[in-house]
């Protein structure tokens, strides 16, 4: 009888957390102004390397010749980013087109929007779900335009 009583309260909890439902949410497009603190360029990297077989386990793809000599290569693109200061902190957009259109110093206005993680609930069983939190955990960075001088 004892294990009875516990499988009802488990299943009252679940029916309870099942009324809740977390959506992942954006609010309005949101401007405010930045300046470009810095910008980061990264060639392309490309590599070659012969592989001692004794010491070669085969994880990494590769092409092996003769008696287990493995030649394994690796490529690694250019990389395009812009550091931004503006009311939240810094943030760094890793996009080329960014990168292309600014300067260190440049004052900027940017579009983003706020990312929530939000919890709605179905208090009443009426099928009508209430808010019952949001949080932050995130920004959706949109554009960059130079701001008026």
Do not use: W
Not at 112 to 134: A, F, H, L, P, T
């Amino acid at each position: 009888m004892r294990n009875k009583g516990a499988v009802i309260l488990v299943l009252l909890s679940l029916g309870l957390i099942a009324c809740e439902e977390t959506k992942t949410e954006k609010s309005t497009i949101l401007s405010e102004r930045a300046v470009v603190v810095e910008r980061v360029f990264a060639p392309p990297q490309h590599s070659l390397k012969i592989v001692n077989p004794d010491f070669d386990f085969g994880f990494e793809p590769g092409i092996t010749i003769g008696d287990g000599i493995r030649i394994k290569s690796s490529e690694v693109p250019a990389k395009h980013a812009t550091v931004f200061r503006c009311e939240h902190g810094k943030f760094i957009i890793e996009r080329k087109s960014i990168y292309d259109r600014f300067d260190e110093g440049d004052t900027v206005v940017v579009t983003y929007q706020e990312i929530y993680r939000s919890v709605y609930n179905d208090k009443d069983g009426d099928g009508e779900k209430e808010q019952i939190s949001s949080v932050i955990i995130g920004y959706d960075f949109l554009d960059a335009t130079l701001a008026p001088r």
